[in-house]
């Protein structure tokens, strides 16, 4: 394959590391455009979680034996490498689950005691229309807890924020906000939006689920507060994510799930708290996939965020343009690549989403259908559900390409267009 | 591809039965499926132990909206408990992951749904419709009872 205008990526040579990407799927080659919800694993990620799984593994902290140091010690190393992917420090790092635990940590350490910021009646949360459930049901839940008002800043026809209203004010104690949209692709103002709620005395806390897998992202020329993703959508397994905070701002935090580990001293009358981050660690970590999210991380950085981010940029102006060239076929979110990631919605005229999906399966193109855990913005654009379809750095512009003939062919199956 | 949406089914995809929503009526419910949006508003009407009426109105995916389409031909002017052993025959269908092979004198056109047994993902929206009459029609039952 001929290597892509624009792109530096050697594809044929990524794809050699994802051994599942060379199956077929109903007889067909897989083409997998569902990234945005989860990627696949290079070898690579999956021999250093094994490796470290075979030779060195045991609980991390306290032990005195020779395996659990060993443990600990690729433990801590995993969240200094994160934390250098980042541009953040060591104990700025803390492991969580996924996105959703490192948002709802945050949630409920504002309220609980000893939170640096008291929230009630009169004070207010500020999200975005755009936000993944995760980026808003945890601040419903919290309004609901303290009495706080939740605003949010609007979509515009064109699938961005309208910023030129009052949702961040003087009463505003919290912004939340996704980075770049799970749905729409649209990539917001982090830095413009981090400066308004720090005008404010807000705390700006930023949802980077689907911007750490597909660019550089430094967290301090971002100038935000607390900032979360996820693991798996990363080339690295499920079950670890990733909640970085400035340390001040984690050190005031009080912690959010008690038991081991996150405690300084435990009697019957009362406990004190570990240091961040073992304050919000209570309990084994997840120890292997922390490890396997360390190597992720240094895969992404070899081949190189810039390079990959470049690579899906061709390949999304290849899948727009095809998109915009079909009759009965309508693109949910911005229509160009600027400012934008690499999952693109859409829907066709006649046609529910579901079967979209259905349909395309059939062809061994696997895309996402549904409300993508953002109902909000469906509702916005009047469409039930879309189609997504989301590239990564092992995608090719042959598979865009497969994509936008499979869609045809789902137009003439169904009568549409 | 064809296993799945049988002629049948885009059939009543396109041309649903008894679609729209119909006065009077016993008891109106609205059902979803959260995990893809599809929604069902569906009303019954039951008079003397018998399913007088079903209308409803809804929106999603060709099987959601050809199975409540079918639903109401198998209903419709049977006895509730006639009706509710057609209901129970398609749910059986439809959790048999095609391993049964359908009576055509019980479902009727829902024997096109035989195929999507086999699609884990989309079982549920075969029976959206379906769950949707089951609850009003046990409620209008219950109405029923608590009058007399």
Known sequence: ?417 | MESLYQEIILDHYRNPHHRGLREPYDVEVHHVNPTCGDEVTLRVVVEDGVVADVSYDGQGCSISQAATSVMTDLVIGRPVAEALAKHDAFLELMQSRGGLDPDEEVLEDGIAFAGVSKYPARVKCALLGWMAWKDATAQAVAIAGGVH
Request: hydrophobic residues 40%; aromatic residues 6%.
């Open chain 1, 1 to 417: 394959m001929v290597t892509p205008a624009g792109s530096s990526l050697d594809v044929e040579a990524v794809r050699k590391d994802f051994p599942v990407l060379s199956r077929e799927v109903n007889g067909r080659p897989l083409v997998y455009l569902d990234s945005a919800s989860s990627s696949h694993k290079p070898l690579q990620v999956l021999e250093a979680e094994r490796q470290f799984v075979e030779e060195h593994y045991s609980n991390v902290h306290r032990g005195v034996h020779t395996l659990s140091q060993e443990a600990t010690d690729a433990y801590e190393s995993a969240r200094s490498t994160v934390a250098a992917f980042l541009g953040g420090a060591h104990d700025e790092v803390v492991f969580t689950k996924n996105v959703t635990e490192s948002i709802n940590l945050i949630a409920y350490a504002l309220s609980n005691p000893g939170s640096p910021v008291q929230l009630g009646p009169g004070d207010e949360v500020c999200v975005t229309e755009l936000e993944h459930h995760s980026n808003l049901v945890p601040w419903q839940q919290l309004c609901e807890r303290t009495g706080a008002t939740l605003r949010w800043f609007s979509l515009t026809d064109e699938g961005r924020l309208d910023l030129g209203s009052d949702a961040v004010n003087e009463r505003t104690k919290v912004l939340a906000f996704g980075h770049v949209s799970n749905i729409l692709g649209t990539e917001n103002p982090v830095r413009e939006l981090a400066d308004r709620a720090r005008a404010v005395g807000a705390l700006s806390i930023v949802d980077g689920a689907q911007a750490v897998p597909h660019q550089a992202v430094s967290v301090r020329a971002l100038g935000v507060d607390l900032y979360a993703f996820t693991g798996h959508k990363m080339l690295a397994p499920t079950g670890v994510g990733v909640l970085w905070g400035r340390a001040e701002i984690l050190d005031a935090l009080p912690p959010f799930m008690g038991g081991g580990s996150m405690i300084e001293q435990v009697s019957m009358s009362g406990s004190t708290y570990a240091k961040a981050p073992e304050r919000f660690e209570a309990g084994t970590p997840v120890i292997s996939q922390a490890i396997a999210l360390a190597a992720a991380c240094d895969y992404l950085s070899d081949v190189g965020l810039d390079v990959i981010k470049a690579h899906e940029v061709v390949l999304t102006a290849r899948l727009l343009d095809g998109l915009h060239a079909l009759p009965g076929v309508r693109v949910i979110g911005p229509d160009t690549t600027e400012l934008r990631g690499s999952a693109v919605s859409f829907v066709l005229d006649g046609v529910h989403p579901h079967d979209v999906g259905q349909s395309l399966d059939e062809q061994g193109i696997a895309v996402r259908v549904g409300h993508h855990c953002a109902a909000p913005v469906c509702k916005r654009y009047g469409v039930p559900a879309t189609a997504r379809a989301s590239t990564y750095l092992y995608n090719t512009e042959a598979e865009i390409d497969a994509l936008v003939d499979g869609i045809q062919q789902v137009q003439r199956f169904w009568g549409a267009a």
